[in-house]
């Protein structure tokens, strides 16, 4: 051709982002990411699910949006109402839900609408790493909310508030993960959801509910979301990504119409994958309660699996945040700065997430991590654990001891 | 509750969005908009693809990409690299494709990975409307190139990009839709389509190549992509949404790998759908052929019921752009502002494109309009076609006659 080429990159924006690196593949012991058990996914049923839907509602795949609008499918959003009616005490319409591409895209719109540089934002103390490089790249000032054993302590947020108002400091929201809090697994009681509702319109900020996990609760005693308690001061989201799998990019946003009107508008991306949508509303609308009947207790073994691994390996030397469902488990190795863990355990084919990086406070959470348990089988999670726990020793003489037998530098 | 409710919407940023109106349904002409045909949608060979793929690869929903990786299902990149090498001329393997959530966020991916507020970007005089808002938000200069019944003039180009660098400018991209151009339908020759990478590459600017509608191009005669010519300097994105439905969420993005790992880390939304990735790989793998080959003269005789309503209707008063394939029809009525027929026409059910919102200079393209023939049945396309004349005819007085009768006011 005729002259020289270019290099197409020196005309990328300064902020274009670092070029991704090339895919390629998991490592050996892979404790990160949402991801969920390959063998959980109903492969049956989901295959006739996705022949019926297809057969009797195909036509609508030619059409924007399966041809009803903006918000979604509407035998998703109407298999939602029963659910989060039936099952988070909620009262709420299909008119009063949005279907997303993902409960993360809800987490973009709501901080994207709210979120002005120098805004103050709540966020739990241990929070969704994926949360703190999007706020701090709004410019938000993210204030840390403790947690103990249930969940947010309403008395130290009310004393939080307090101090903003002194200063003249309305937050835009509080983003909180009530139900199988990520990461530390705990389920807000009921009294301090009421509590938190109450401070919200007291103060008048919103309470940014995301309720990915709650399904995944295995407990018995899981109280309404807090958007059936205060649906005017809530906008509440949610998933398929954690029941029915993370490669469908489905969740919902649930809100009153002065705020869902502004999220439907802020959702520029043509609707949401349309056959994804169909073959949820098919398979959930038939066999939603069956398929969590089965998924739970799958779930919760893998995590006694991970536990007894834990305290074979580690003894006292971990100190265990058992969560209530879910697909993780958060740890303290006190003594330990786990971002030393970091490279080694790489080498070694074996990735966590390091406290710090799902954290307000960095500093605050360096001997904490988060070990996801879904995806590993079990013998990979036994395996993984054995040889985090050897690394650890031989970085750190933490723990110096497992199964009952002191531990010696290889 | 305790305390009153507060308004949330007086929380939100001031950069948010207006509300969404409520989805009303349809108009009963709605020639606006990107749809398909429903009843082109290959219901059971889609079912049948569904089913089996899910039984066979279904596992992969539980993690995230499918197991593998951002760049997507890898069948899906197979079957476009046997498409694109085999139909467009290129030589491409799985690793320089990146699926997209729709080939309308590989638009949002470029605009926003090259542009800088007050950067120049070159667009063909008629466009894509929706590119134009986006390209204002940006702070992007637009130049219009202007466009004859082969697409893109050449010469013209040229002494545009002479002035430009005259005055010091580069500008990032020409983006370009050479395959069916979207509104006028043409086909841009093979000699220009060299001319262009060319001046590509003497000038230093990217080619952002959009065939979102090349493969319904229903003449013979249809030259490589661009990208094909100089991979080098062409960044191509494609869809499935015209072949199989705009529901379904899936695109694709073609380039080397300096720029496609900025594009695949600047996608951002946890994956593209996966059921709609497998049901289009598994589908089209098997029947991309004979689809397009039962696909496309249904396309092509809605068109000739539009041009034939049309040619009844307003007889000489009209100038079609008749197209070389696709879903959409330009057309010219000397001597009227569509502007002023936006506002009746709608009262009487009808929407159509006005010609300033798919122009760089929406002044002379008053008389211009776009209409979309695929979803309406072929019934509506006349009788909408009919409605439309009457309407514009009550505001203007053209066309004065049709069926060789002269109209009379109302």
Same mark, same amino acid.
């Given at each position: 051709?005729?002259?020289?080429?270019?290099?197409m990159a020196?005309?990328?924006?300064?902020?274009?982002?670092?070029?991704?690196?090339?895919f &390629?593949g998991?490592?050996?012991?892979y404790?990160?990411?949402?991801?969920?058990?390959?063998?959980?996914?109903?492969?049956?049923a989901?295959a006739q699910a996705?022949?019926?839907?297809?057969?009797?509602?195909?036509?609508?795949?030619?059409?924007?949006?399966l041809?009803?609008?903006?918000?979604?499918?509407l %035998?998703?959003?109407?298999?939602?109402?029963?659910?989060?009616?039936?099952?988070r005490?909620?009262?709420?319409?299909?008119e009063?839900?949005?279907?997303?591409?993902?409960s993360?895209?809800?987490?973009?719109? $709501?901080?994207g609408?709210?979120?002005?540089?120098?805004?103050? $934002?709540?966020?739990?103390?241990y929070?969704?790493?994926?949360?703190f490089?999007?706020?701090?790249?709004?410019?938000a000032?993210?204030?840390?909310?403790?947690?103990?054993?249930?969940?947010?302590d309403?008395?130290?947020l009310e004393?939080?508030?307090?101090?903003?108002?002194?200063?003249?400091?309305?937050p835009?929201?509080?983003y909180?993960?009530?139900?199988?809090?990520?990461p530390?697994g705990? $389920?807000?009681?009921?009294g301090?959801?009421?509590s938190? +509702?109450?401070?919200?319109?007291?103060?008048?900020?919103?309470?940014?509910?995301?309720?990915?996990?709650?399904?995944l609760?295995?407990v018995?005693?899981?109280?309404?979301a807090?958007?059936?308690?205060?649906?005017?001061?809530?906008?509440?989201? &949610?998933?398929?990504?954690?029941?029915?799998?993370p !490669?469908?990019?489905?969740?919902?946003?649930? +809100?009153e119409?002065p705020?869902?009107?502004?999220m439907t508008? !802020?959702?520029?991306?043509?609707g949401?994958g349309?056959?994804d949508?169909m073959?949820a509303?098919?398979?959930?609308?038939?066999?939603?309660?069956a398929?969590?009947?089965?998924?739970?207790?799958?779930?919760?073994?893998?995590?006694?699996?991970?536990v007894? !691994?834990?305290?074979?390996?580690?003894?006292?030397?971990?100190?265990?945040?058992?969560p209530k469902?879910?697909?993780f488990?958060?740890?303290?190795? %006190?003594?330990v700065?786990?971002?030393t863990?970091?490279e %080694?355990?790489?080498?070694?084919?074996?990735l966590?997430?390091?406290?710090?990086?799902?954290?307000?406070?960095?500093? !605050?959470?360096?001997?904490?991590?988060?070990?996801?348990?879904?995806?590993?089988?079990?013998e990979?999670?036994?395996?993984? $654990?054995?040889?985090?726990a050897?690394?650890?020793f031989?970085?750190?003489?933490i723990?110096?001891?497992?199964?009952n037998?002191?531990?010696?530098?290889?």
């Amino acid at each position: 051709m005729n002259d020289k080429a270019f290099d197409m990159a020196g005309l990328l924006a300064a902020s274009a982002p670092a070029p991704a690196a090339r895919f &390629g593949g998991f490592a050996d012991y892979y404790f990160i990411g949402g991801n969920g058990d390959p063998e959980q996914v109903p492969l049956d049923a989901l295959a006739q699910a996705a022949a019926d839907v297809i057969r009797r509602d195909g036509d609508r795949l030619a059409i924007y949006n399966l041809g009803q609008g903006p918000q979604g499918y509407l %035998p998703l959003r109407e298999f939602l109402t029963g659910k989060l009616n039936g099952k988070r005490g909620m009262s709420v319409t299909a008119e009063d839900i949005l279907i997303l591409s993902g409960s993360n895209q809800g987490l973009n719109i $709501v901080f994207g609408l709210f979120i002005e540089p120098g805004d103050t $934002v709540l966020v739990e103390e241990y929070s969704y790493g994926a949360i703190f490089p999007r706020l701090k790249a709004l410019g938000a000032n993210v204030v840390g909310v403790p947690l103990d054993a249930d969940g947010i302590d309403v008395d130290t947020l009310e004393s939080i508030l307090d101090d903003l108002k002194a200063k003249g400091i309305t937050p835009k929201f509080l983003y909180t993960i009530p139900t199988i809090q990520n990461p530390t697994g705990s $389920v807000l009681p009921l009294g301090r959801r009421q509590s938190i +509702a109450g401070l919200a319109r007291q103060y008048g900020f919103v309470i940014f509910e995301d309720e990915c996990y709650a399904d995944l609760a295995w407990v018995s005693d899981v109280p309404p979301a807090i958007y059936a308690l205060a649906p005017d001061v809530t906008v509440h989201i &949610g998933s398929f990504s954690k029941t029915l799998g993370p !490669a469908l990019r489905v969740g919902y946003a649930v +809100a009153e119409w002065p705020l869902l009107s502004r999220m439907t508008a !802020a959702k520029s991306d043509g609707g949401t994958g349309g056959l994804d949508q169909m073959v949820a509303a098919e398979y959930f609308t038939q066999y939603f309660d069956a398929h969590m009947a089965s998924l739970k207790p799958a779930l919760q073994t893998k995590l006694t699996t991970m536990v007894n !691994a834990l305290e074979r390996e580690f003894g006292t030397a971990a100190e265990l945040y058992v969560p209530k469902g879910g697909i993780f488990l958060w740890l303290k190795i %006190p003594g330990v700065d786990v971002r030393t863990l970091t490279e %080694p355990a790489a080498k070694a084919g074996i990735l966590f997430n390091a406290g710090p990086d799902w954290a307000c406070n960095g500093e !605050a959470a360096q001997s904490h991590l988060r070990l996801c348990f879904a995806m590993p089988s079990h013998e990979t999670i036994e395996q993984g $654990v054995a040889a985090f726990a050897r690394i650890c020793f031989e970085q750190t003489g933490i723990p110096a001891r497992s199964a009952n037998v002191a531990r010696e530098k290889a």
